[in-house]
């Protein structure tokens, strides 16, 4: 048998494989024995950099809640760009009722954050090159045995004690299509409303508008619905764009104007077991990939990033122990935050969009009581403020 390598092998360097790396060398003597394998590392000084041919920038903001960002900001990963949410305005679109959820009441400086995807990962593997963790730039990962792990990395071969995905691949298990996909654009507002978000439900799917850390009178627009009419929306002139979104979202902020390209992602969810096998588990969108309503997918990777290091905690500083135990019990401990999680942002897009009547106006009291009780309203609120704890 092969002496490991390594003591952790994390395959997938975006923003939850590289919070993993950077939560474990804080936990490690020898932060060189956790391997981060990612296609290419932002701005990283340790390896050189090829820029990725035809590549455009992403295009994806994405919401931190504010448990997930003093994770960040106390890793030294926070990004220089954001925009803060202190108001989130639920809604639902031709009917009564919407709710509002304020940070104040939560005792919170802001409920929130958006961040540019790059941003976010520039800022990572900058404090990732800095922690002493070793970066392995590989376009391939795939793991050849399971005692200890042997992974194969674009030809090299990596001898690991344990191993975690991170990489985003889809977990095998528990599947539903909801016959919807996302349309992204950034829009600009006449009328902007700084620190705002919007929740804004339809009878095809969410439609969500968030402040842009790119300027004050920029939103990041998320819109839920059919495929083909996700396909009409990106094939749109931008005025007919407008003018579309403006009818969904009606004149809140004004009038709406498309800047950039429109890209679109196919939705639907898919969980998994995160315990692989003895030594192998999986954390983020390889463990379970959500529905974005309420912006919740980073924000539970992040958290399955952060009961991991704490798990593993002890045996990084014991390294004769056998680590398999703590791989179930962090198992076992994050079902219910998981679970929950899933729940909620399962059930929201499917109860909205039902398209029957009494289901609608049954939704839109609910709204309407959520806004005038608030020991209703808090619980949800705290849970998409940090998750669950336990």
């Known amino acids: 048998m092969d002496e490991p390598e390594f003591d952790i092998a994390i395959s997938g360097a975006g923003p939850v494989g590289s919070a993993l790396a950077l939560l474990l060398a804080r936990h490690s003597a020898a932060p060189e024995r956790i391997a981060l394998i990612g296609k290419r590392f932002h701005h990283s000084d340790a390896l050189p950099q090829a820029p990725a041919p035809n590549s455009e920038p992403d295009p994806r903001s994405m919401a931190v809640n504010h448990g997930s960002r003093q994770l960040l900001e106390a890793l030294g990963a926070w990004p220089s760009r954001c925009a803060s949410i202190e108001t989130v305005h639920v809604s639902q679109r031709g009917r009564l009722g919407r709710t509002l959820i304020q940070h104040d009441e939560m005792g919170v400086p802001r409920l929130g954050s958006v961040v540019a995807y790059t941003d976010l990962q520039i800022a990572l593997h900058k404090a990732v090159a800095a922690s002493g963790v070793t970066l392995v730039q590989a376009p391939h990962v795939r793991t050849l045995a399971a005692r200890q792990v042997h992974l194969n990395a674009s030809g090299r071969d990596i001898v690991s004690t344990l191993a975690v995905q991170a990489d985003g691949s889809q977990p095998s298990g528990l599947k539903r299509e ?15 409303k700084a620190r705002w978000a919007y929740e804004r439900f ?15 009178d920029l939103y990041s627009v998320v819109w839920c619905c059919a495929p083909e009419h996700a396909e009409q929306l990106r094939r749109m002139d931008a005025q007919a764009f407008n003018t579309a979104l403006g009818a969904m979202f009606g004149d809140r902020l004004g009038v709406l104007s498309c800047v950039g390209l429109r890209h679109i992602f196919p939705l639907a969810l898919h969980a998994g077991p995160l315990l692989v096998n003895a030594r192998t588990v999986a954390i983020g969108n390889a463990a379970q990939t959500l529905h974005p309503v309420a912006g919740q997918g980073l924000n539970l990777g992040l958290r399955d990033a952060a009961q991991l290091a704490q798990g593993l905690a002890p045996w990084l500083g014991r390294p004769g122990r056998d680590p398999r135990p703590l791989l179930e019990e962090f198992a076992r401990s994050r079902r219910p935050d998981r679970w929950l999680t899933a729940g909620i942002t399962d059930f929201l897009p499917r109860i909205f969009s039902t398209r029957n009547t009494l289901v609608e106006h049954a939704s839109g009291a609910s709204l309407l009581a959520l806004d005038l009780l608030r020991p209703l309203r808090a619980p949800l609120a705290r849970h998409l403020l940090q998750g669950l704890r336990t």
Do not use: N
Request: glycine share 14%.
């Open 178 to 192: 909801y016959g919807q996909h996302a349309v992204l654009a950034t829009v600009r507002a006449s009328q902007p």
């Open 202 to 216: 339809t009878d095809q799917g969410p439609l969500a508008l968030l402040p842009h850390p790119g300027g004050a």
